[in-house]
């Protein structure tokens, strides 16, 4: 496929859409962790007021 | 809640000086493949990621077995933990690895060994953590677990070395250069300059995330002793 080529093969869309994977699916990860840490500390904040009242 | 420890605040910092640079390595020093042009650009951070994959899933195996001789409850959330990671850039290595495929190999996806071995692996994490969704008692969730993530190891360097025995399309990156093998290149002294700091930095990228993941999961398991104790 590639013996008669004359220069690299244009890929640059592969390229691009491989990097998006790449940072979109960490950033999406990091926001997961975020999301799940507020969570958290908002059940132990009700969780320790409801153990105050008891 | 804990606070935030000083040193995780400077890993953090380390970490993403560490990524930008190493993608600057990879766009602006790491030169353009002669015959696959761009794509080949992939290669770096998709070894990287297939490398965070298996030491997370290694990871998990040393916790479980630190698990079972201790009983520590931290080993298990660091258990957990490294499942995770290693599963979210094993994802990343798959479907990365597809887009590479598309120009190279002329198909998003074909069932060559090591293809089919890296996705039972990613299939086999996802099952332990189902498994441990399904058992409620946090003490035998924990020793299946770390059972669990124990055998399941086996599937890591089954995956690592199936490019190596079996009949394979896929490139060998380090060591030969097999001729079966389609989109395999000569690494130039820049692109594995690039490559091994690739390497470096994702490590660090998942030694971070494993920090932040076991507080969460630290976290989570005050939650947990909080609802027992507020319900009786």
Redesign the interface.
Known sequence: ??FL?Q??????D??I???A??FG??LI?LIS?YI??KN??Q??EV??E??QH? | ?EPKPRLLSILDSVTVLLLLAATAAVFFYAP???????????FY??VA?GWVGMLGFLVAAIAGIVYLRTGRRNWDIVGLSAVE?GM?FA??NI??GS??A??IW?TWWTWDPRLTTATIMELIYAAYLMLRAGIEDPNRRARFGAVYAIVGFISVPLTFFSARLFRTIHPVVIGSNQPGAEGSFDMSPRMLQAFMFSLFTFSF?FAD?LW??V??GR??D??EQ??L??MA
């Open positions: 496929m590639y080529q220069g690299p093969a244009q890929t640059l592969y390229m859409a491989g990097y994977v790449i699916v960490m990860y962790l799940r840490r958290l500390s059940d132990i969780l320790e409801l153990e008891q | 809640m353009t493949e002669a015959v696959m042009g761009q794509v080949q650009r992939v951070f998709h990621a990671i979210v994802f990343i479907v990365t887009i590479w598309r120009p002329n990228v995330l932040h993941r507080r969460l976290l989570s005050k939650v909080l609802k104790k507020t």
